[in-house]
């Protein structure tokens, strides 16, 4: 089945970019998607981007897809306190409604 | 509009006993999923249900079931609580059977003792 893979853990200044990183299996997958989530709260759906783009942008945040190694990555640009979090990598599987999580990056940024 | 809702937001149960959880999609929705979150981990799937009838089903045992009612509203029951049951439960609405946008509840933090 579809397996989704992240790091689990990245620190950053404020104020420096963030880069983190998925790879995942299933190579139909037609959207793939970032989630954030806070502490104590549901998931915020950040961005997603259609597998035949190779980046998309949205302000601070840039996602970049090589699909050839089922790579995906999020940056984000100029990272802010209220940016630490826990990122999530999503791929659907068996149709876009059922998404397969990675385990989530937390980010921790410091002063 | 309002967002998804879920109900109630926290909840204590012992071991062997049911639960029932609640979802309210967002206005126009009319798909539902589920999913749990284990301490540490992503989210995994449960359920989703469309225009009431179940669409998917995750690997989870038969002590899951859900229902989804005809104003799109749904409930999530689990019986015979584990302690591994132990989770954020998770709901999602999207408005159609397919689509690349799901929206999250806060979920619902089920703690079994």
């Known amino acids: 089945g579809e397996d989704v893979e992240q790091s689990l853990f990245l620190s950053v200044r404020e104020g420096d970019s963030s880069v983190i990183n998925c790879t995942y299996t299933d190579s139909s997958s037609t959207y793939l998607y970032w989630y954030k989530q806070e502490p104590g709260a549901g998931l915020q759906l950040l961005t997603y981007i259609f597998s035949n783009m190779d980046m998309k942008q949205d302000q601070r945040l840039t996602v970049l897809l090589n699909k050839k190694d089922k790579h995906l990555s999020l940056r984000i640009a100029d990272t802010q306190t209220g940016d630490s979090a826990i990122y999530f990598c999503?791929?659907?599987?068996?149709?876009?409604?059922?998404?397969?999580f990675g385990a989530g990056t937390r980010l921790a940024v410091h002063p | 509009d309002a967002g998804v809702t879920q109900s109630p937001t926290h909840l204590i149960k012992t071991r062997g006993q049911q639960v029932t959880l609640r979802c309210s999609p967002i206005?126009?929705?009319?798909?539902v999923s589920w999913y749990q979150q284990v301490l540490g981990q992503g989210p995994q799937f449960i359920f989703q249900y469309y225009e009431k009838e179940e669409r998917g089903r995750g690997n989870f045992p038969d002590r899951f079931s859900a229902r989804q009612f005809p104003n799109y509203s749904s409930e999530l029951n689990v019986n015979a609580l584990l302690l591994g049951d132990s989770a954020l439960y998770l709901c999602?609405?999207?408005?159609?059977?397919?689509?690349?946008?799901?929206?999250f509840g806060p979920g619902t933090r089920l703690t079994v003792t």
């Open positions: 999503a791929v659907p599987s068996g149709g876009y409604n059922k998404l397969i």
């Open positions: 999602a609405s999207s408005a159609r059977l397919v689509t690349y946008e799901q929206y």
């Open positions: 206005s126009g929705h009319k798909s």
